[in-house]
């Protein structure tokens, strides 16, 4: 007798699948119209295995609302030169994104604020489009950074789970528009 056994992509918390928090940005230094901040909750539960990497998809849209189906592996510095740019990953399977300290991808992860009273992390913030060192006509091919977002451009972003067979699942995300430089 075989036995089988389905492995499943990782499962979504409904009560913290709220998608991410926009920061408001006149109390942020920094903060211009070609990046913006936004705090994550960790919306993912362990009940078909642990979540070990997380990604941060960043799509050019009209749409509120989003549904990918493949892994994205695309880059800022090959999406951002087509318009529209197609989805790309901001944060690419970051495996400390509600660590115990800030990490992935050098300073993606500004900050984790934690709860003093279970130790674990609330929520992680991460300005999109924070990594100054992204240029389009310096970065290498296939490298992955946080580049600059565009200028007066619709915005979806969301946080990608994925599980220790790289199956993956999409928390809700949340839509804004960038401004004029």
């Not at 089988?4 to 920061?23: C, H």
């Not at 509600?98 to 991808?105: D, E, M, T």
């Not at 240029?135 to 950074?145: L, N, S």
């Not at 969301?158 to 220790?164: A, Q, S």
Request: charged share 20%.
């Amino acid at each position: 007798m075989t036995i089988l056994s389905v492995i499943s992509a990782p499962a979504l918390d409904s009560e913290r699948n709220t998608g991410p928090e926009v920061v408001d940005t006149e109390t942020l230094k920094g903060i211009q119209w070609n990046k913006v901040a936004l705090n994550f909750t960790n919306p993912f539960i362990n009940r078909n295995g642990d979540v070990v990497n997380y990604s941060v998809i960043v799509v050019e849209t009209d749409r509120n609302s989003l549904q990918l189906k493949q892994d994205i592996t695309e880059s800022w510095y090959t999406a951002y030169k087509q318009n529209p740019s197609p989805p790309y990953a901001a944060i690419y399977k970051c495996q400390d994104m509600f660590g115990k300290s800030p990490g992935c991808a050098d300073t993606a992860v500004t900050e984790n604020s934690r709860n003093r009273s279970t130790g674990s992390v609330d929520y992680a913030m991460v300005v999109i489009g924070g990594d100054a060192s992204c240029e389009p006509d310096i970065v290498i091919a296939g490298t992955y950074c946080n580049g600059p977002l565009k200028q007066n451009t619709r915005y979806m972003v969301f946080l990608r789970g994925y599980n220790e067979e790289n199956e993956f699942v999409d928390a809700a995300g949340v839509a804004f528009f960038t401004g004029n430089s």
